[in-house]
């Protein structure tokens, strides 16, 4: 399975972003995708996951202005960065948590390359 990230790049304040992601390999089930950040200094921090059933969740400091959907026919998560500020800057990557087959009894976590988000002031 792999996760290869689009998207990123370098803004201004106030600026938009959109990043995606698409899942490929031996997949049966995604149970759920989303996008982590990290920035250096600090631990991995979740910005927004969206679950095959039941609410998708963000980070306090981003919701109203991000908005994570999915496709699954693609098997592709999108975060739609709006009104992106200074401290949105990190290395955004893509996490899924799957079910390789139908016989598989446990989900696996899988996370792709990060992407840089860099937002000046």
């Known amino acids: 399975v792999q996760l290869q990230a689009f998207g990123g790049g370098s803004v201004q304040a106030g600026e938009s972003l959109r990043l995606s992601c698409a899942a490929s390999?031996?997949?049966?089930?995604?149970?759920?995708m989303g996008w982590y950040r990290q920035v250096p200094g600090k631990e991995r921090e979740l910005v927004a996951v969206?679950?095959?059933?039941?609410?998708?969740n963000y980070a306090d400091s981003v919701k109203g202005r991000f908005t994570i959907s999915i496709d699954r026919a693609v098997k592709t998560v999108s975060l739609q960065m709006n009104n992106l500020k200074p401290e949105d800057t990190g290395d955004y990557s893509c996490?899924?948590?799957?079910?390789?087959?139908?016989?598989?009894?446990?989900?696996?976590?899988?996370w792709g390359h990060g992407t840089e988000v860099t937002v000046s002031s």
């Open positions: 996490y899924a948590n799957l079910y390789r087959t139908p016989v598989t009894f446990t989900a696996e976590d899988y």
């Open positions: 390999g031996r997949i049966f089930r995604i149970n759920v």
């Open positions: 969206i679950p095959s059933s039941g609410s998708t």
